[in-house]
């Protein structure tokens, strides 16, 4: 069907926002020229955009020909939106703008008690600490999303299960959603770890996120959309089998990914902190060592299941992701052994976002709906 009018503007001023918003400063011929569009399609874009205030002039550049070119800006920070991630111990707030860069980010040892006015209270208390520090005016902000271990319904309001050690209240989303002007949607912590990760990723669009966190969980992104699944549990790796009657897990059975590749397996050889773990065991411990040495191969076990399933790039992500950089290589290597027919284990990804990569995820859920609108 052709497209109207109205729509073909709309996607035109669509594309000249998102190429504006990937770069600092650009003429008007620069945006022609990239994007195949006429001048005169180009000024009448950033014309609109300006009414709309996401974009501005920004001065004058040398171009080519000698003439003065104007310059124009995306106002990056025109909309916002806070995005929360709730662990088991601690907690982390972002406020990103529309190019999904972080305006202000805290992260805090905090436990939340599900069912407890005082708990709630408190939540609220951070999450206004941050709104007033970031300088953003409330009506700028679009929207907040929290990430949650737990397993969520597709419009963010309703908390499926949760896991045991967890215990969320099924209310939660009604009365943290009540305490605030703007909308409020919760994501499951996997799920936005991965949207994040994957929005990194500019020349895949199919990507598997694994999270190794205190539980083990991941996403499925296919052509960068979510894949839920039919009971919105697509991409829980942790508990796939790994060892026919292995150890118990929290989920009841036995021998799940998530016994195996949890960061627990290595912070609980050391005080619960794994930073500690890395740093004893590159000083030379040598039952650090070995546990090491079983976990990377359990874990070449499980990514190459998932390649197996998927034939698509996987980033390692979660705690044990952050500490990946050093040992990709040995966890590739290790994947190859394991089968002759894979050449190019460059599938095999590190994750870029660290901590912060959860409550990014929840807050470009709102990013991403408004540069869909623009
Ligand atoms: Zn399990």
Redesign the pocket.
Known sequence: MAKNNMEVKKMNRNTIFRYILKRDIVSKLDISEALRLSVPTVAQGLQDLQEKGLVTEEGTFDSTGGRKAKGYSCIRNAKAALGVDITENHINIVMIDLAEQNIISIRKKFRIIYDNVMSYQALKNEIEEVIGKSGIDRDRILGMGISLPAIIDRTGKVIYASYERMNIDPDFYDIVSRQFSFPVILTNDANSGGRAEAGLLEEVDDVIYFSLSQTVGGAVLINRQLFYGQNQRGGEF??M?LVVDGPP???????????YCSSAILSNETEGNLELFFKRMEEGEEKLKKIWNTYLDNLAIAVHNLYMVFDSDIIIGGYVGMHMGKYLDDLKERVKKMDTHINNTNFIRESKLKYEAPAIGAASIFIEEYRKQI
């Open positions: 942790g508990h089998t897990c929290y989920c009841g059975r036995r021998g799940c990914v998530d016994i």
